[in-house]
């Protein structure tokens, strides 16, 4: 139309007419193009804001239950669930179920829970187990065993004859019409008189038919008589050693010469024959009878 001027901002009515097709219903005035324009770019921004406030919400929960991938695996799996990796036993229990080294794992796995399964048994039921077995009396006391006593050192008794070198003049046994219950040995006056073995002094003094004489109960438990002594030096109650002085040969009492009566009585107070008794001790004794 000559009267008005056509602008760029201006419609043609074949633009109009296209948008009230489009937009509007027949029964409506058509909208304006700007309006239409306005509109959709509304829609568009409430559903990018719809878009990112979902995403909001949903990003931790996605980041919680989905492990970040490795950078050299592909992106597109870790989309993927990946579920809780299943609780394994330690190496050594897996490698050594019941003290077996070297298993394979298939069969080593296994083995472990099973002796896993049993300790756990053997922790639940033993207590219960152990509580109905009634306890065992205690064993009875042996009966304590006397100490023995240790032996006696063994001692080897020493045996000495009674004097030196003097002369048997009369034997053990009978004499005279009687029965001599020594042997006399004739030596000097003064000559020591040495005590066969070691004793305790039983009497040192006077004594009927001897004049005087020493008693010496020895060790072994017998009795050693020495008479007609002329010097005594020991006294009742003396201890004496094998070997020692105790008196010196006499002529006292009945007697018919200096010499030394000895007698020797045993445990049961039986009087025997001394050569034989000193021989039995090991000491050797030559008789001689009288002078050569």
């Known amino acids: 139309m000559p009267n008005h001027r056509v602008s760029p901002g201006s419609l043609s009515v074949a633009d109009l007419l296209e948008a009230s097709e489009i937009h509007c219903p027949s029964t409506h005035r058509a909208e304006t193009l700007?309006?239409?324009?306005?509109?959709?770019?509304?829609?568009?921004?409430?559903?990018?804001?719809?878009?990112?406030?979902?995403?909001?919400?949903?990003?931790?929960?996605i980041a919680e239950?989905?492990?970040?991938?490795?950078?050299?695996?592909?992106?597109?799996?870790?989309?993927?669930?990946?579920?809780?990796?299943?609780?394994?036993?330690?190496?050594?229990?897996?490698?050594?179920?019941?003290?077996?080294?070297?298993?394979?794992?298939?069969?080593?796995?296994?083995?472990?829970?099973?002796?896993q399964t049993i300790k756990d048994l053997q922790q639940q039921w033993l207590p219960a187990v152990q509580a109905a077995i009634p306890a065992l009396p205690p064993a009875p006391a042996l009966p304590a065993v006397p100490a023995i006593p240790a032996p006696a050192p063994l001692t080897?008794?020493?045996?000495?004859?009674?004097?030196?070198?003097?002369?048997?003049s009369s034997g053990f046994g009978g004499r005279w019409g009687a029965f001599h219950y020594g042997v006399d040995i004739a030596d000097p006056i003064g000559t020591p008189i040495h005590s066969v073995r070691s004793g305790t002094v039983l009497d040192a003094g006077p004594a009927q038919g001897f004049g005087q004489w020493v008693r010496v109960k020895q060790d072994d438990g017998t009795i050693a008589v020495y008479g007609h002594v002329n010097?005594?030096?020991?006294?009742?109650?003396?201890r004496v050693d094998v070997g020692e002085v105790i008196a010196s040969v006499g002529n006292r009492g009945?007697?018919?010469?200096?010499?030394?009566?000895?007698?020797?009585?045993?445990?049961?107070?039986?009087?025997?024959?001394?050569?034989?008794?000193?021989?039995?001790?090991?000491?050797?004794?030559?008789?001689?009878?009288?002078?050569d």
């Open 34 to 61: 700007p309006t239409v324009r306005f509109k959709a770019v509304a829609g568009v921004a409430i559903a990018a804001g719809a878009l990112l406030t979902t995403g909001a919400h949903l990003s931790p929960a």
């Open 65 to 115: 239950a989905t492990p970040l991938a490795p950078a050299d695996e592909d992106p597109v799996n870790t989309a993927e669930p990946v579920s809780a990796p299943a609780q394994v036993a330690p190496a050594a229990a897996v490698s050594t179920p019941f003290g077996l080294v070297g298993l394979p794992p298939e069969v080593a796995a296994p083995l472990a829970q099973a002796e």
């Open 156 to 168: 080897i008794e020493r045996t000495v004859l009674p004097v030196q070198g003097g002369q048997i």
């Open 231 to 238: 010097d005594m030096y020991v006294s009742r109650g003396d």
């Open 254 to 291: 009945d007697s018919t010469g200096p010499h030394l009566h000895l007698e020797i009585w045993g445990t049961d107070g039986v009087r025997v024959d001394p050569v034989v008794w000193l021989q039995s001790k090991g000491v050797l004794m030559q008789q001689h009878w009288g002078a």
